[in-house]
């Protein structure tokens, strides 16, 4: 699943953020509790995270309080606690939560477990969100993209993105979730296109440029991707201090003037 903060948007109440290896601190005046679980997170120590994260919701067991515990686990990219808690919140009899509230909480739970690549499960989660909140073009466009990673359900993948964008037809992410979904179904020229508009859009998203150089790769155009797979390599060493190994695996290849074809599909899934 993609890791970048415009990606991981969350219907309705709050917006999230994913994809940054720092964890950004809470907020001033957080309970002692929270304070304690980012420094926690911070250090590496996840059982003690845990057991600060459970004092601050036995505190405080409010939707607001949750919406905290997932900011800041979604920031450490702890997606499976993310996930965990999330359920957790969907459980918690002492919410009443809304219809919209229950919503944002399967979304925050289906953006981490696609990030988990627990595909199936993740599904489930966005056709919770689009029960209660139809046509949401966030939910949409993330089911998509999912769909995408999977590659499966790509029909159904192409119309949930084209609906997406019918809401944002400018949006980068939009244009790079269709684009994808293209690319997945061997439509590699038309998958250039929407891909050359999105990283026109959002240069600095290095799956953006991770995406238009595989579809570049397809094409037979080794020089393009080899540019586009190098910058899309140190954009997300920049941002996340990690190599982005699927864009490293398919330079090598480009480097080696190696065209692509069937034996290379393991360097996209």
């Not at 920049?238 to 190994?245: A, D, F, L, N, S």
């Amino acid at each position: 699943m993609r890791c970048m903060s415009v990606i991981l948007a969350v219907v309705m109440l709050a917006v999230l953020t994913s994809g940054c290896q720092r964890i950004n601190p809470v907020r001033p005046g957080a309970s002692p509790s929270l304070q304690q679980a980012e420094r926690h997170l911070r250090d590496g120590n996840l059982s003690e995270a845990r057991r600060a994260i459970d004092a601050h919701l036995q505190q405080s067991p409010t939707v607001s309080a949750y919406l905290q515990v997932l900011a800041l686990l979604t920031d450490a990219r702890q997606y499976e606690l993310s996930a965990e808690y999330a359920q957790k919140a969907l459980d918690d009899a002492r919410l009443q939560l809304t219809p919209d509230q229950e919503a944002q909480l399967w979304q925050i739970r289906g953006d981490s477990l696609g990030y988990l690549k627990r595909y199936d499960e993740a599904a489930k989660c966005y056709d919770e969100v689009l029960k209660r909140v139809p046509g949401n073009p966030v939910t949409l466009n993330n089911y998509a993209y999912l769909l995408a990673e999977a590659n499966e359900r790509l029909e159904e993948a192409e119309a949930m993105a084209n609906r997406a964008l019918a809401a944002e037809p400018n949006n980068p992410v939009y244009l790079d979730t269709l684009g994808w979904i293209y690319y997945r179904q061997g439509r590699y020229q038309q998958a250039v296109q929407v891909l050359e508009k999105a990283v026109e859009d959002a240069p600095q998203e290095p799956e953006l440029r991770y995406h238009l150089g595989m579809a570049y790769w397809r094409r037979g155009r080794l020089p393009e991707a080899r540019v586009e797979l190098r910058k899309a390599a140190n954009l997300w060493r920049i941002r996340h201090g990690e190599p982005y190994k699927e864009a490293l695996q398919a330079l090598e290849q480009v480097e080696k003037g190696i065209q692509a074809s069937p034996s290379n599909d393991r360097l996209e899934l």
